[in-house]
């Protein structure tokens, strides 16, 4: 590339990725303002004195128990990330390395599941918590993400391409099934894995609609619920609060997704080719 | 150690493809055994079977006088090496080695964690053995590796090293030298034949290469579209092969087959006369149609180093199409009336690409072969 187009590349990625980070910015900056103050322009946007306190205030400061809403979201969160990478891998090994009748047909079915939009189950699943009386618990939040036909399609495509020799080696070496999955198969998916782990983990963090659904009582809403009440009740027009409350749900997303980055994007291109 | 049989063993995979077709086969305790046939013949199929790795359609796999169609890989009591490696990537060259053992001989964790005294013994026992094995195979310097940073050569030896180290009745090897260079392959089947001998495990070779089969087998079993052609002493299949087939994989450059027909107790093929030894039985069969078959170190150049008295019944002439000296002896392309034939000349020969000599051909060592069955005839 000539020097010029090096130039004018660089000059329209640094102009794109400013126009994505900007509004950012803008929140990390606004959140920093003293309470109650109004928008800034864009000439006073950096705080003369930042007022950290902010933060104090929308975790501790309100009769809203936000330190609890981040909590839920953990281990929420957590739970889900974990449960989902063990229940595809163990379905995905099914798929990708045992023989049983009807392998194809079931996979099949799995792959259909994929079609049907998430809201559309959402009622069902609702009501069978509800039936056996397992709403506004830690159950109805973790249960429903733990399976994900998504997570044994990729999990599947990642197993299959460990060459077969290795479970064969290992079965002669006197290796059971488990083994050859634990030790063999799932050590050399690391980043399939990860790549699941990943989406796993943003799509439960941002979730907003199946915990609304889901959990009733103040003490069981998750981050992203429990803040939407902040806006209503204390939000309103105070910005800086508004914007460290959206600071708190944000940053642990930014985390795994730049510790995560090089995962997504092969998420999102596995499967187009070798 | 242990004598292992195939039985009237088959393997059909999906309806109707024959891979394996009623395979008698048995390999004596300590031999050294090699399959050997061009690729699709079986040859893996059979050893997989051995291995547990595949299901026999039907017949017996016998190790050891236990018949082992049904027992798990991990109660053969075998070990295989795979044609690329197949090394645990994740794993150091230690733990590729110490794999095996581990899981054979540390029962679980909760045995582990009730039997400290035991599981620190056996850690023990496994970690000389394991450096034991590298040591004996040179790579006891590697060890802290991963396979990634090896070269094909060590990996082969750490591949080896995982077989032996277990001790098993029985190896199992799969092309173990195809993905080496032609060097070390030559370099590796030396040592491969030593450690056959100082060890003595009964072992079942497979290679589509001729010449490891002859150089490294005590038996070689030729296979050919599933179905096993001869085994035999690798003397006695390059001298006595039982059928067209072996006498044309066996042996480089290839036997030259003529078709002719039986005339007067001699051979015709094309304007061509060859006679045979007063006793062959090819003589009485009249008007038949016969292969005749002449490896190309049989053929002579006339004027230099024949070996065999020149007789009317035994020459004929041709014209030298290429000509390749590779020093220890030439390689000459004879074309004699739409006859193509390849002899193997010594390097004193006078005969030069272009030109035109006689030949003549040692009848007494040439095959002959039933043109519709290709069964040797003798």
């Known amino acids: 590339m000539s020097p010029v187009r090096r130039v004018a590349a660089y000059a329209v990625l640094v102009a794109l990725a400013a126009f994505l980070l900007a509004p950012f910015v803008w929140m990390g900056l606004v959140s920093l303002h003293p309470s109650r103050s109004p928008i800034p322009d864009l000439a006073t946007i950096i705080p003369r004195q930042p007022a950290w306190d902010n933060y104090a205030t929308v975790l501790v400061g309100t009769d809203l128990p936000v330190a609890r809403f981040a909590l839920n979201s953990l281990v929420v969160t957590s739970l889900v990330v974990g449960g989902q990478l063990l229940v595809c891998s163990l379905a995905a090994f099914a798929f990708a390395r045992l023989d049983w009748r009807g392998r194809e047909t079931v996979f099949a079915l799995f792959l259909l599941s994929l079609m049907i939009a998430g809201p559309v189950t959402q009622i069902p699943v609702f009501l069978m918590l509800r039936a056996v009386g397992a709403l506004d618990t830690l159950l109805a939040l973790v249960a429903p993400g733990v399976g994900s036909a998504f997570g044994?399609?990729?999990?599947?495509?990642?197993?299959?391409?460990?060459?077969?020799?290795?479970?064969?080696?290992?079965?002669?070496?006197?290796?059971?099934?488990?083994?050859v999955y634990a030790r063999v198969v799932l050590p050399l998916s690391g980043s399939a894995l990860a790549t699941l782990g990943a989406f796993a983990f943003i799509a439960t963090w941002t979730d907003f609609f199946w915990p609304l659904l889901a959990t009733s009582s103040l003490e069981n809403r998750t981050l992203e619920v429990g803040l939407s009440v902040f806006k209503d009740s204390y939000g309103g027009t105070?910005?800086?609060?508004?914007?460290a409350a959206a600071v708190i749900v944000l940053a642990p997303l930014l985390l795994v997704f730049l510790a995560l980055q090089r995962y997504f994007v092969r998420g999102v291109t596995l499967g187009s080719g070798k | 150690m242990a004598k292992v049989s195939f039985r009237g063993v088959s393997k059909v995979f999906g309806k109707d493809v024959r891979a394996v077709d009623n395979l008698d086969l048995e390999i004596r305790d300590g031999e050294f055994m090699v399959l050997v046939g061009p690729s699709g013949c079986g040859k893996t199929t059979a050893l997989r079977m051995i291995a547990g790795l595949e299901e026999a359609t039907s017949g017996d796999l016998v190790i050891a006088e236990n018949r082992v169609n049904d027992v798990p890989p991990k109660d053969r009591d075998i070990a295989m090496v795979f044609q690329n490696y197949a090394l645990y990537p994740h794993m150091t060259v230690y733990d590729n080695i110490a794999f095996g053992l581990r899981l054979r001989e540390l029962k679980g964790t909760l045995w582990q964690l009730t039997h400290l005294g035991d599981a620190r013994q056996i850690r023990l026992d496994i970690d000389r053995r394991v450096r034991e094995t590298a040591a004996m195979l040179g790579i006891d310097g590697l060890l802290a590796r991963r396979p990634k940073e090896l070269s094909g050569g060590q990996r082969q030896r750490v591949?080896?090293?995982?077989?032996?180290?277990?001790k098993p009745k029985v190896f199992l090897m799969d092309e173990p030298l195809s993905n080496l260079d032609a060097k070390l392959r030559i370099q590796t089947r030396a040592e491969l034949i030593r450690l056959h001998r100082d060890l003595g495990v009964t072992t079942i070779y497979v290679t589509h290469d001729q010449v490891e089969a002859m150089t490294m087998g005590q038996r070689i079993a030729v296979m050919n579209n599933g179905v096993l052609q001869q085994c035999d002493e690798p003397e006695t299949v390059y001298n006595k092969p039982a059928n067209k087939f072996v006498a044309g994989f066996i042996g480089a450059p290839p036997m030259n087959f003529l078709n002719g027909t039986v005339n007067e107790g001699k051979i015709d093929v094309g304007p061509f006369r060859f006679g045979l030894p007063t006793a062959h039985p090819a003589r009485s069969m009249e008007g038949q149609a016969v292969v005749l078959g002449v490896r190309p170190e049989d053929i002579y150049d006339t004027k230099n180093g024949v070996q065999v008295p020149v007789t009317e019944d035994n020459t004929f002439e041709a014209q030298v199409d290429v000509l390749e000296?590779?020093?220890?002896?030439?390689?000459?392309?004879?074309?004699?009336?739409?006859?193509?034939?390849?002899?193997?000349?010594?390097?004193?020969?006078?005969?030069?690409?272009?030109?035109?000599?006689?030949?003549?051909?040692?009848l007494d060592k040439a095959h002959v072969f039933d043109a519709q069955s290709g069964h040797a005839i003798r």
């Open chain 2, 325 to 362: 000296k590779l020093g220890a002896e030439d390689t000459a392309y004879l074309v004699a009336e739409g006859l193509n034939l390849i002899a193997t000349l010594d390097p004193s020969s006078r005969v030069a690409a272009g030109t035109k000599s006689r030949f003549a051909v040692d």
């Open chain 1, 238 to 243: 105070d910005w800086p609060l508004q914007m």
């Open chain 2, 159 to 166: 591949a080896l090293g995982r077989a032996i180290v277990r």
């Open chain 1, 152 to 179: 044994v399609f990729l999990l599947r495509q990642a197993f299959l391409a460990v060459p077969r020799e290795l479970d064969e080696a290992a079965r002669i070496d006197g290796a059971s099934h488990w083994t």
